[in-house]
């Protein structure tokens, strides 16, 4: 299915950390947190197609995983990593039921900050078009278009917050 991809970017800097009451950021746990990741990316985005072995892929980046916990529940988690030139977003899922509350904002934080200290100058994420909530969100975040390109490969049953 095709679909339109908008490619952002941002310095990486300048990100204050948000802080949501009630719930911890903080780096991903393999022990604790492997096995809950698919559960939220299915809840996030409405379907499941997360591998089990996420983590192993070329280039994970351990460091690069934060989680938002509440109540021993885990409530969103995000994936960033280095690349050559920039930082990426890989990932940013909040399950429906803590959206709006800044958790995606903060996970977001974390990893600008990350990357940041890795010693990249620019973070990138990309969000389809027809996502107008993560698209804003992520603009809220000082992220601005650098492109916008056919995705040919996109999951055809998306979902309104991809």
């Known amino acids: 299915m095709r679909r339109t991809l908008v490619r952002m970017e941002r310095p ?23 096995p809950r990741i698919p559960g939220v990316y299915a809840a996030a985005f409405g379907h499941d197609p997360w591998p089990d072995d996420w ?15 509440e109540r021993g529940a885990l409530a969103g988690f995000c994936i960033c990593f280095p690349r050559a ?48 909530a993560a698209v804003g969100a992520y603009r809220s975040l000082g992220f601005t278009t650098y492109d916008v390109v056919a995705d040919d490969d996109a999951d055809p049953r998306g979902s309104a917050e991809e």
Do not use: K, N, T
Not at 90 to 109: D, E, F, H, W, Y
């Open 85 to 132: 030139d920039d930082g990426y977003l890989s990932v940013v899922a909040v399950v429906p039921q803590a959206r709006r509350r800044g958790i995606a904002s903060a996970l977001v934080a974390a990893a600008v900050e990350r990357l940041a200290s890795l010693g990249r100058e620019v973070v990138r994420i990309d969000a389809y078009q027809d996502a107008p």
């Open 12 to 34: 990486a800097d300048g990100v204050e950390a948000a802080v949501v009451p009630g719930v911890e950021i903080r780096p991903w746990r393999r022990s604790d947190d492997h």
């Open 55 to 69: 983590d192993r892929f070329e280039g994970f980046d351990p460091g690069g995983v934060f989680v938002a916990e």
